[in-house]
């Protein structure tokens, strides 16, 4: 199994450009993450898909918007890039139905706004 | 929301020593709180976690303590090895969704 694969691993783009960070997982977890990785402030929740065809904000979800393509895939967008937004991205999952309750993460997307 | 705050930020520890990185959390309804272990330039994973009808787990060389009164909670690494260098975070949740993590702590450990 591959578990949760994120693409692209680096990007950098100009302050304005838009770009969507692809996430997929093949553990059939019906949860989906997005979270943001900075230095000294931890992972911080953008938006999170609890169940396929649902969405949800969580701690800094402003300039982002999000995809729950299938059970599968999760895409992050962002439609106007901007400094602030360089970060770790990092994409997880999680079975509720018979556990282990931990997140699987992706190894996550470095990207930088200049 | 939840707030967890992390101390240390950074640690270092002789190979062998013990190491102990401790957590509060501000929610008195939170329930579940995981520890990870992220290693360079990879995605964090689970290592441990604890659910708040108990009050000590234990992994091995890992434990995990949890007092509900005082909104604390600690990880316990012994017998450390150089292996164990990594950042490892705290987190706390109400059931298994939305987990708030803290900002992490550095554990180096020297050979």
């Known amino acids: 199994n591959a578990g949760v694969t994120q693409t692209p691993k680096f990007q950098v783009l100009k302050t304005g450009q838009s770009m969507t960070l692809q996430c997929a997982q093949d553990?059939?977890?019906?949860?989906m993450y997005w979270y943001r990785q900075d230095p000294g402030m931890g992972l911080r929740l953008i938006y999170y898909?609890?169940?396929?065809?649902?969405?949800d904000k969580g701690e800094v979800p402003n300039g982002y918007n999000v995809s729950r393509l299938n059970k599968r895939e999760f895409s992050l967008r962002l439609e106007s890039a901007a400094p602030s937004q360089t970060s770790v991205y990092f994409c997880?999952?999680?079975?509720?139905?018979?556990?282990?309750?931990?997140?699987?993460f992706g190894s996550g997307t470095r990207l930088t706004v200049v | 929301g939840e707030n967890v705050e992390q101390h240390p930020s950074t640690l270092s520890v002789q190979e062998g020593d013990s190491a102990v990185i401790k957590c509060t959390y501000s929610?008195?309804?939170?329930?579940?709180f995981p520890w990870y272990k992220q290693e360079l330039g990879k995605g964090p994973q689970l290592i441990i976690d604890?659910?708040?009808?108990?009050g000590e787990k234990k992994d091995q060389r890992i434990a995990v303590t949890l007092n509900k009164t005082a909104k604390h909670f600690s990880l316990h690494i012994t017998e450390t090895q150089p292996e164990d260098s990594a950042v490892y975070f705290c987190?706390?949740?109400?059931?298994?969704?939305?987990?708030?993590f803290g900002t992490g702590t550095k554990l180096q450990v020297i050979p």
């Open positions: 898909s609890a169940s396929e065809g649902t969405t």
């Open positions: 553990m059939n977890h019906n949860s």
């Open positions: 997880a999952s999680i079975d509720l139905g018979q556990g282990p309750y931990g997140y699987t």
């Open positions: 604890i659910r708040s009808n108990v």
């Open positions: 987190a706390a949740a109400r059931g298994y969704q939305k987990v708030t």
């Open positions: 929610d008195s309804a939170s329930n579940y």
